[in-house]
């Protein structure tokens, strides 16, 4: 059983994992069937199955410079919730969102990633 102190660390390792580009830490803490789901029409948007699908995601989005501010780790019986803040600047492009990013736990690993944004259309055009 996955303890709640063990949901926050495996939380703040996704967020290390993305900030370092530490790909093998995010490999190292994700299913093999995992899934993520994320709002829009964007190049980053809809489901990536699979871990390395997720990584390929996840290296997509860093790629364009985001700087990730996490706002809260909110713990569930299941997972935990980040609250996130993320921002930057491609071009004319500015990305200024708020996000919760949803993660669900089997077997002390994340197995399912739902996104959640506050402006789908602002991420739309940012991901191009």
Known sequence: MVTDADKKAIAQQFLAGLR????????????????????????????????????????????????????????GQQGIALSLHNTAKNGNQILDEHLATVCIFRDEKICGIDTYLSDVEMVNAFFV
């Open 20 to 75: 370092s580009r530490y790909w093998s830490l995010l490999r190292s803490i994700m299913t093999e069937d995992i899934v993520w789901s994320l709002p829009g029409t964007s190049l980053i948007s809809g489901e990536a199955s699979g871990v390395g699908a997720v990584i390929a995601r996840a290296q997509r989005i860093v790629s364009y410079g985001l700087t990730f501010t996490l706002e809260h780790i909110l713990i």
